[in-house]
């Protein structure tokens, strides 16, 4: 069984920084593609940064130049770099990963949400 644990959201200042981690465990072979995704008040989940497990990334133009996502492969943990944060940033991030686990079955995998509030 593998669980993903989410940490870092909380309140941040307009134009302040935030970063969100998200490790997994269990019995993992391999972890494939790892993302973030958000949700806002009212509105469907979208996706924010994508990284593949060669490092590749995508980000969402809303995001672009603010955001930054990472992986540590050694720690089973994905990362995302908040920088000059904006009001409509306000969502729960929820972070998203595929999986190969032990079993060598592929599987996508969410983690619990963590909120974001931005407010001055």
């Known amino acids: 069984q593998v669980q993903l644990v989410e940490s870092g959201g909380g309140l941040v200042q307009p134009g302040g920084s935030q970063r969100l981690s998200c490790a997994a465990s269990?019995?993992?072979?391999?972890?494939?593609?790892m993302a973030w995704y958000r949700q806002a008040p009212g509105k469907q989940r979208e996706l924010v940064a994508t990284i593949t497990s060669r490092d590749t990334t995508t980000y969402a133009d809303s995001v672009k130049g603010r955001f930054t996502i990472s992986r540590d492969n050694a720690k089973n943990t994905v990362y995302l770099e908040m920088d000059r944060v904006k009001p409509e940033d306000k969502a729960v991030y929820y972070c998203?990963?595929?999986?190969?686990?032990?079993?060598?079955?592929?599987?996508?995998?969410w983690g619990q949400g963590t909120q974001v509030t931005v407010s001055s």
């Open positions: 998203n990963t595929q999986i190969t686990s032990a079993l060598l079955r592929d599987d996508t995998y």
């Open positions: 269990g019995r993992i072979f391999r972890i494939n593609a």
